[in-house]
């Protein structure tokens, strides 16, 4: 049974500070503990790419090693481990998003052998412009209702876990969860065309 975050909280902290100091076992299971929370909160913030999460798997794998690499630097100052591996985790997401823009299509001298079984070049352009709009979308909200919704929705932690992690009561979540959803549908009402 995987315990939640606000029940595996109290251990992550000890756990991170051990794995820190070498700890093989610890860090194994930090590590068992975080990438499944992580793995989600990139895809929720990626998405999908030609049909697969594979840019936003590699991105959480970069973010585990990145959380590993600065664990010597972690400091208990009364928030959790894991609003500290979600903070890395939201610069890895942002980095990622400039690499993709920068990111140029090269010709290829000679085409395949083999033909590409993929959903084709109109199911790509259909989930590409929904990832766009929805990223669009998201990105028109302050960082914190932003965090909150993809805390929430897309991860699945409860009130009170991304509470915890952004360092807000679990009724401040709650209220500016709703004040995201409103101000999503008024962006809709208005601009009817970024509905995906």
Known sequence: MRLSAADAEPELGPLAARAAFGDRDAAGRLLAWLHPLLLRYCRARLGSRDGCYASADDVAQEVCLAVFTALPRFVEQGKPFVAFAY???????????RRDLRARVEPVERLPDLPDLSDGPERSAVVTERTERLSGLLGRLPDTQREVLVLRVAVGLSAEEVGRILGMSAGAVRVAQHR???????????????VP
């Not at 903070?87 to 998003?97: L, Q, S």
């Not at 995201?180 to 970024?194: C, D």
């Open 87 to 97: 903070r890395i985790a939201a610069n890895k997401v942002a980095d990622a998003f």
């Open 180 to 194: 995201a959803l409103g101000r999503l549908r008024e962006l809709v009402a208005r601009e009817p065309e970024l």
